[in-house]
């Protein structure tokens, strides 16, 4: 295709089965080709396309990665109910002219020649959640039927058959044969439909340059029979087949049909006709799955689908001879199998006589170019041997990879080693990584030549801590991190370069020595060996002056490749662009400036600043001065009201842009990457964007244990503290579930909570609060000696939220590392000027607090009437059940009158309602009060979800 005529196209999935062959296909004709995937399945598709990591059911994330991003079509490989249907309608709503959905043959019921026109999605109505596959397919197909916004096409596949099925369904009828065990078909007469995997995949391209819309069948032109396809079985396997006259569990074959169960293709036919006849290409899976059968030590996670097949590897190693010190039997084989199927010749050396032997079997399976030895790498005799060997075999060396043991050491606490097992573990785990280092960079200075060491160990300094009785291999860990920084800088400008790469717990053997905490809690998915693959690749083809002295921490290397190549401790696992434009549930950007419009998802005071601010910006010397930077020379005008106001001396203070770049440099301050904080879920969600940002593990404890009692569950925070805690961080009241913590509650935890672990305080709402039983952070500086930080905004009830000023205050002693890291220009005279003015006015403050507790009265009354339930929250806010499901349809009705909200719900079932003023309030009460009037009382009480939580009765 000329590039003139290039298209953009993003595929949902495509990094699978006949997924990637489209994305390939599509790539090689010249379109611009986008995946969009939550994992890291590879696909070896290299630079032809681009990569967006993201979860579809994550409506946060998808918002924010498909930001100002247009295809001219969007193929979607992964939407399998309704719901995922819906979100699509919503997501893609102005970013595409074209939708193709991959759907299934199995909307239809069992029939033959069946047309398009017998499942009809525009007229399919459904109540249910589906949880069968083609019912869930059948829901989907309607949903973008009725909902879609751009045209759609249905494409219905039946059973699709290729190499590299993960399904290995027909590799299971292989197998079944020559095991010489029986298949069942209930009617060997009986006709289906079947697709070759190309031919799927050369549909979906052939739709991209048609018009064709709604439902189309597509599948080879002429079904087959069981019969015929059991004949086909016998010939191509040169083994007679065995078949049963009773149905088991074990030997149904998977497409056994009573009667036939094929499709009409002359829709696509009438399009063009591009699939192949099933005899043309059943013959040779077949052949290639009785290949197969015989092999029985397959490559590790299978589902994978050995994805280093030859045709799709752009990498080529066949100039380079790799020395391997392996140790992890697993780790070695996904580096070797990796490696040598880009060329390379591996010399994969064991410590174990039995190690090396499965092995050899394993690559003699797969056909792998290796030299696998036996030698106990403990004196600099084994490891000149070593080299000998590689360089007697394959001439010279180029690489050298150390895979660094592990659980080699006694499982027990540290302090519990006696030193003959101390020296045992530096010996099998330190010496041979080492002896191998030094003779390899030796003979490499001796010979003038160049040559690369990547040392493998684990990432030490972030998950030591989960290890609990395998410590002593992290120790290690960190010793061979060390040393790889040595050598990178004692190598400069020898023809060596130096890498390291750090890997994460994974799901192999060692993994269920882990504390099961960690899976839990960090992270959640635990990726497989090969994963490691891409960051190998990465050490040995990157540019010295890129790669040397840079330690690959290979999670972080799957999710952004140049990021982690590039700053090396950037965290992007989770880390994505924030999107804080203002839409409504249509996804049309709404205009903030539109007087008719009120805007309740940020919590901004739309009762507006005091007057006394109002005034002062009106000042025309103000706009005279706009050119020049302001600095508040240490905010001496606004560090003396503070001090005022709060009783506590003026040294006690720090201040920022908003109270979100406070949070940050706290972060900054009290951490470092692979540190642990705590926190509540949910909590502000820009303070989970800082952990992610600077590489912080950010341990949660629930709010909701007890799903009727949210609560912050201080004693499980002080349970969750270990020698990586570096701080707490509670929000009070939460944000966005608003409960506050009480004194009682906060005293007792403080005795749990070791003095030198900062306790951070997120106040930003606690002026809306009128509970004296709530937690005030500047009462507490004062009457203890715990590190204390309380965290305030005047962006929320000061009005103030433009001008970006937000503060921190503790002792002295604490405030003061935060004090050095304040950035130079921070807030400006403007912003100084203006909070001075509103803190002046607590007359005005005290008049707006007045408001809202009268609007929550208020409000509750109308709920208790309307039998609505709901929760009173400590801040400005109430959370309700809305009379109408999903919550969705409410936010609707609210964005036609101009309410616009960002959806925050508490359980999927309660809506956050943001206090506003008296007259924005009316409008929500009369489109809610008007809803619930159409619907039954509810049976339950009021506010029963959480039992201890009362409604407001009093001031």
Not at 76 to 93: E, G, I, L, R, V
Not at 666 to 683: A, D, Q
Not at 821 to 832: D, H, Q, T, W, Y
Request: hydrophobic content about 40%; aromatic content about 10%; overall charge neutral.
């Amino acid at each position: 295709m000329n590039s003139t005529n290039a298209l953009r196209i993003l595929i949902l999935g495509g990094n699978g089965f006949f997924g990637k062959i489209l994305a390939g296909k599509l790539a090689d004709r010249g379109d611009e080709v986008t995946l969009l995937n939550r994992g890291y399945l590879y696909d070896g598709l290299g630079d032809a396309v681009e990569r967006i990591r993201a979860d579809r059911n994550d409506e946060t994330c998808m918002q924010a990665v498909l930001y100002n991003k247009q295809w001219d079509i969007i193929y979607d490989q992964s939407c399998y109910n309704a719901q995922q249907a819906q979100q699509a309608c919503n997501y893609f709503k102005q970013k595409t002219k074209k939708y193709i959905f991959t759907s299934t043959q199995a909307v239809y019921g069992l029939g033959s020649n069946l047309t398009e026109e017998q499942f009809n999605p525009n007229t399919y109505k459904f109540a249910y959640k589906a949880t069968q596959y083609g019912e869930a397919k059948k829901q989907a197909e309607a949903v973008f039927a009725q909902c879609a916004p751009w045209p759609v096409s249905m494409v219905r596949f039946p059973v699709v058959l290729g190499y590299h099925d993960p399904s290995q369904r027909l590799q299971y009828h292989v197998d079944k044969i020559f095991k010489n065990e029986a298949l069942y078909f209930s009617n060997l007469d009986a006709k289906i439909s079947l697709i070759e995997a190309e031919d799927a995949a050369n549909t979906l391209v052939l739709l991209a340059d048609n018009d064709a819309e709604g439902p189309i069948n597509a599948a080879s032109d002429t079904p087959i029979t069981l019969r015929e396809f059991v004949n086909l079985l016998e010939k191509y396997t040169e083994h007679p087949i065995k078949l049963s006259i009773t149905e088991h569990l074990n030997n149904l074959s998977t497409y056994s049909v009573p009667r036939d169960w094929y499709v009409n293709t002359s829709k696509l036919t009438n399009i063009e006709n591009i699939t192949r006849p099933i005899h043309q290409w059943l013959p040779a899976l077949i052949k290639n799955c009785k290949n197969q059968t015989n092999r029985t030590n397959r490559l590790i996670n299978r589902q994978a689908l050995f994805y280093l097949e030859k045709e799709l590897i752009t990498e080529d190693f066949s100039n380079k001879v790799i020395v391997l010190n392996a140790h992890d039997f697993e780790i070695a084989w996904s580096i070797t199998a990796g490696l040598a199927m880009r060329g390379a010749k591996i010399v994969a050396n064991f410590s174990q006589e039995s190690m090396k032997k499965a092995f050899v079997r394993k690559a003699q399976e797969f056909n792998l170019n290796i030299l696998a030895t036996h030698l106990q790498i403990t004196h600099t005799k084994a490891i000149d041997s070593l080299l000998k060997k590689a360089i007697g075999h394959f001439t010279r060396v180029d690489i050298l990879i150390n895979n660094l043991t592990t659980g080699t050491c006694a499982e027990k606490n540290l302090w519990e080693y006696n030193l003959k097992e101390w020296q045992k573990s530096i010996n099998k785990e330190l010496q041979a990584t080492f002896l191998c280092t030094q003779g390899f960079v030796k003979w490499i200075l001796k010979h003038k030549t160049s040559g690369r060491i990547i040392n493998i160990s684990s990432d030490s300094e972030a998950v030591s801590w989960m290890l609990g009785k395998s410590g002593m291999h992290y120790v290690n860990s960190g010793a061979i991190n060390t040393m790889t920084q040595t050598l990178a800088t004692q190598l400069e400008n020898k023809g060596i370069t130096v890498v390291g790469i750090q890997l994460p717990p994974l799901s192999n053997s060692f993994s269920d020595m882990l504390n099961k905490n960690y899976l839990k809690t960090v992270r959640k998915i635990v990726p497989t060996p090969d994963s490691i693959v891409p960051s190998i690749i990465a050490a040995i083809q990157t540019e010295h002056d890129k790669i040397h002295g840079k330690s690959l921490q290979t999670n972080r290397f799957n999710a952004n490749a140049d990021g982690e190549i590039f700053l090396n401790n950037w965290n992007a696992q989770n880390a994505h662009p924030i999107n804080l434009l203002i839409y409504d549930r249509t996804q049309q950007e709404i205009d903030r400036n539109n007087p008719n419009h009120a805007f309740l998802g940020w919590g901004e005071n739309l009762f507006g600043p005091s007057p006394k601010v109002k005034e002062f910006l009106k000042n025309p010397d103000l706009a005279e001065k706009a050119n020049y930077y302001a600095p508040c020379q240490n905010s001496m005008q606004l560090r003396q009201s503070l001090s005022q106001h709060y009783q506590l001396p003026e040294e006690c203070f720090t201040f920022g842009p908003g109270s979100d770049e406070i949070l940050g440099r706290i972060l900054r301050v009290f951490t470092k990457p692979g540190s642990e904080v705590i926190s509540n879920n949910p909590t502000y969600f820009l303070f989970d964007r800082h952990c992610d940002a600077f590489g912080v593990i950010n341990r949660k404890v629930d709010f909701f244990k007890n799903p009727r009692v949210p609560n912050h569950h201080l004693k499980d925070i002080a349970n969750n503290i270990v020698p990586q805690t570096k701080l707490i961080y509670l929000v009070s009241p939460g944000n966005p579930v608003g409960i506050g913590i009480h004194i009682e509650d906060f005293m007792e935890f403080l005795t749990k909570v070791p003095h030198h672990i900062p306790i951070i305080l997120d106040e930003a709402y606690i002026e809306y609060c009128d509970d004296e039983n709530i937690v005030q952070s500047p009462e507490l500086i004062k009457q203890t000696d715990h590190c204390i930080i309380g965290v305030r905004t005047f962006s929320k009830l000061y009005g103030l939220a433009g001008l970006r000023i937000g503060y921190a205050f503790s002792s002295p002693k604490t405030i003061q590392p935060l004090q050095l890291a304040e950035p130079f220009f921070g807030i400006s005279r403007l912003s100084e000027q203006a909070a001075c003015l509103a803190l002046s006015d607590q007359a005005y403050i005290s008049h707006i607090r007045t408001v809202i507790i009268q609007e929550k009265k208020r409000i509750v009354a109308a709920f208790e009437e309307a039998h609505i339930e709901y929760i009173v929250m400590d801040s400005a806010n109430i959370a309700f059940r809305p009379p109408i499901t999903p919550c969705e349809r409410l936010l609707k009705q609210f964005d036609q009158q101009g309410i616009y909200m960002t959806g925050e719900l508490i359980k999927d079932q309660y809506v956050i309602l943001r206090i506003s003023t008296p007259e924005v309030n009316d409008k929500l009460l009369e489109i809610i009060l008007s809803i619930a009037k159409k619907q039954k009382p509810l049976k339950t009480s009021i506010s029963s979800l959480f039992s201890d939580i009362k409604p407001l009765t009093s001031t």
